[in-house]
C-alpha cells in the first residue's frame, strides 16, 4: 500500500513557475515508477510526466515537453513537477500516481496502469 500527498499547487501568472511535490508513505517508493497527471474541468485526466522506477527514464507530454520536468528523491520518499513557462492551458488539478511494475522506459507507463493516486493538487495559471 501506498499513500501519496501532493503540494504545491496554487495560482501563478503565465510566464510563471511552480513546484509541485508528492510525499509518499512507505518503504518501497523506489520500486515504483511515479507519474504525474492532469484533469481540467469537463476534460478527461491526461498523463503529464512519469519517471520510471530506475529514475533513468522519463516520458513527457508533448504538451510540456521543454517546461515541465519530473524528478525523484528516494531518500525522501518524493517526486517532483518542476513547472516553466506555465500557460493558462496548463490550469488543472494535477495528480501523483504510483505504478508497481517494472518497465525501463517512461513511456511504457499509461494511466490505466498506475495503482496509488494521491487527492490531487490545484495549479491555476491566469493570463
Known amino acids: 500500500q501506498v499513500q501519496l500527498v501532493e503540494s504545491g499547487g496554487g495560482l501563478v501568472q503565465a510566464g510563471g513557475s511552480l513546484r509541485l511535490s508528492c510525499a509518499a508513505s512507505g518503504r518501497t517508493f523506489s520500486t515504483y515508477a511515479m507519474g504525474w497527471f492532469r484533469q481540467a474541468p469537463g476534460k478527461e485526466r491526461e498523463r503529464v510526466a512519469v519517471?520510471?522506477?530506475?529514475?533513468?527514464?522519463?516520458y513527457y507530454a508533448e504538451s510540456v515537453k521543454g517546461r515541465f520536468t519530473i524528478s525523484r528523491d528516494n531518500a525522501k520518499n518524493t517526486v517532483y513537477l518542476q513547472m516553466n513557462s506555465l500557460k493558462p492551458e496548463d490550469t488543472a488539478v494535477y495528480y501523483c500516481?504510483?505504478?508497481?511494475?517494472?518497465?525501463?522506459?517512461?513511456?511504457?507507463?499509461?494511466?490505466?496502469?498506475?495503482?496509488?493516486w494521491g487527492q490531487g493538487t490545484q495549479v491555476t495559471v491566469s493570463s
Open positions: 500516481a504510483a505504478d508497481g511494475r517494472k518497465f525501463y522506459s517512461g513511456s511504457s507507463y499509461h494511466i490505466g496502469g498506475f495503482d496509488y
Open positions: 519517471i520510471s522506477w530506475t529514475g533513468g527514464s522519463t
